[in-house]
């Protein structure tokens, strides 16, 4: 008897896979490739397109701002926490107090692939969180504080569709992925231009 919840389509089960599981599984030979130079290499040009575009749209030195420039900032930040919670806590309960540990450790395809669906949308939030608050606090401090408000609004609402995208995979995930790359990389490339312009 096939376990609760099995019913899935032959695409939730195949998006498990990659082509590089694939290839190992047919017996191809698998070799170990460094992102080393291709990160780097993606990195720069990401960040000198974006600092190109803030080149444009921001101007002026490191400067202090009035208090009432940090109204929508401060209102998207408890956004971000309140989202950031909402995750961990769609984790906690999935894992904790709605489902029998004979689920959560089940090794049925669509049970696995709902729980790295949670795990990987609190992964993902966690592995950027520290990379967008680096850049969006000097940001919002010293650059812009009204632009990085609605910055991290637009962040935030990126962020709520990665659950709901990854089942898809690629290259559908990356209308939540890239896109928050982008607002990092151009908070980035402004404030480097308006320290250089100071």
Request: glycine fraction near 6%; include cysteine.
């Amino acid at each position: 008897r096939r376990p609760l919840g099995h019913r899935s389509s032959v695409k939730q089960q195949d998006s498990m896979n990659s082509p590089r599981d694939l290839k190992a599984a047919v017996g191809g030979e698998v070799t170990f490739q460094s992102g080393t130079v291709p990160g780097l290499i993606k990195t720069v040009v990401e960040f000198g397109i974006f600092t190109a575009v803030a080149f444009f749209t921001e101007s002026g030195p490191l400067t202090h701002f009035p208090a009432k420039d940090y109204k929508v900032f401060c209102l998207g930040c408890a956004f971000y926490f309140f989202v950031a919670y909402w995750f961990v806590m769609r984790q906690g309960t999935t894992k904790a107090a709605l489902n029998p540990p004979e689920v959560v450790n089940s090794t049925d395809q669509v049970i696995v692939a709902k729980m790295k669906n949670i795990d990987r949308t609190v992964g993902n939030m966690l592995e950027q969180m520290p990379i967008f608050f680096l850049v969006l606090v000097p940001y919002a401090l010293w650059v812009n504080p009204i632009r990085a408000g609605y910055l991290v609004f637009a962040y935030v609402a990126l962020t709520i569709l990665y659950p709901f995208l990854y089942d898809m995979g690629a290259p559908i995930l990356f209308a939540s992925t890239f896109p928050r790359y982008f607002i990092a990389y151009y908070m980035a490339g402004a404030l480097m231009l308006t320290s250089l312009r100071t």
